[in-house]
């Protein structure tokens, strides 16, 4: 257990994928124990509560077994108060079924109500908070989309989410990954700070987050409950969690976010386009990581250059050029 922990700090740090500079190492200081599932999960019980299906071994907590038609959850049962915070979940799906034919997938929840069983991937669909979906089947026929297929969704209780389109009217982002019957480990991790949220996953076993969802504009109150909940219909799958690890993320606020009271917070999302207007990437990965200050400065820097030596050039050869039809003359 040791051992494994300070392998994984160790690849964590090590991590060159990990760009931001408020973003955890993995420090074990910032790991929040009491949102934290590990092996041998002995705070399962105490600190975390299952459902349905959900089978807790030493090694993993199985939400749902490869059979049809089981749904099972595990609920934090301590509220999180943190302004800032990143989540990385370890999981492993896997089953017997052929390609397209295995379902449904998990969801990892930070919502205001628990334990309610209901349609979305075994909760409840009137949901406050924010839901990621590992969605591994497509359930929408006219799809141009390569599934296993990532996407998140805010809601304040409003909406419910279209099993029937994989979501694909309230999602917020996603990408596609590879997730299932791999056999190495796969990861996913969810940071929500100062109104970004982000999603990366690490399926390729190259010890690096790729990112998949990265947003601005949303608000999540304090206060809420972690969750992961998983479903199987007609088709089926292991839907394995390894851990949960969630760590606080140390980032300043202004005295007067300071003074707000967060748990007051109306789930929302003030976004620049319409969730409807989402256009696929086939490619599933957006690799490259959003644009920050120094690298703005950077790419202009390399443009002027660019500019300079062009128009040194432009000016050496339009010279060079007249001088040769002087010579013609
Ligand atoms: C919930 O969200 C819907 C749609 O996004 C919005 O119209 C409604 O005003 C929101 N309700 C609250 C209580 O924030
Ligand atoms: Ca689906």
Not at 168 to 183: K, P, T, V, W
Not at 193 to 207: E, F
Not at 304 to 322: D, E, N, P, S
Request: charged residues 20%.
């Amino acid at each position: 257990m040791g051992a494994l922990l300070s392998t994984w700090l160790v690849l964590l740090m090590s991590r060159p994928g990990l760009v931001s500079c408020d973003l955890t190492d993995g420090n074990t200081e910032h790991l929040k124990r009491e949102h934290s599932l590990m092996k041998p999960y002995q705070g399962v019980g105490s600190q975390w509560d299952f459902w349905g299906s959900t089978l807790v071994t030493s090694s993993y907590v199985r939400l749902t077994p490869d059979e049809r038609s089981k749904q099972g959850s595990i609920w934090n049962t301590v509220p999180c108060y943190l302004k800032d915070w990143e989540m990385h979940v370890q999981f492993k799906v896997h089953g017997s079924g052929k390609k397209n034919l295995h379902g449904d997938g998990i969801a990892l929840w930070y919502t205001r109500d628990r334990l309610q069983a209901g349609p979305v991937f075994s909760n409840f669909a009137l949901f406050h908070g924010l839901a990621v979906f590992v969605d591994t089947y497509s359930n929408d026929d006219a799809t141009d989309r390569s599934f296993p297929y990532i996407s998140a969704m805010v809601n304040n209780g409003s909406a419910s989410y279209d099993h029937g389109k994989d979501g694909r009217s309230s999602e917020l982002g996603g990408c596609s990954a590879e997730i299932r019957n791999r056999d190495h480990d796969t990861y996913l991790a969810i940071r929500y700070s100062r109104g970004r949220l982000t999603v990366m996953v690490d399926v390729d076993d190259k010890n690096e987050w790729k990112s998949c969802i990265d947003i601005g504009g949303v608000r999540l109150p304090t206060g809420y409950f972690f969750g992961a909940s998983a479903a199987t219909g007609d088709l089926s799958d292991n839907h394995d969690l390894i851990s949960m690890k969630l760590y606080q993320l140390m980032v300043e606020h202004s005295p007067e976010e300071e003074d707000q009271d967060w748990s007051q917070i109306q789930p929302s999302v003030s976004l620049l386009k319409s969730p409807k207007d989402n256009i696929d990437d086939p490619t599933g990965n957006f690799r490259g990581t959003p644009l920050t200050g120094w690298k703005v400065f950077l790419l202009l820097l390399c443009s002027l250059l660019g500019i300079v030596v062009c128009a040194v050039v432009g000016a050496v050869v339009f010279q060079k050029r007249q001088e040769r039809n002087k010579r013609f003359y």
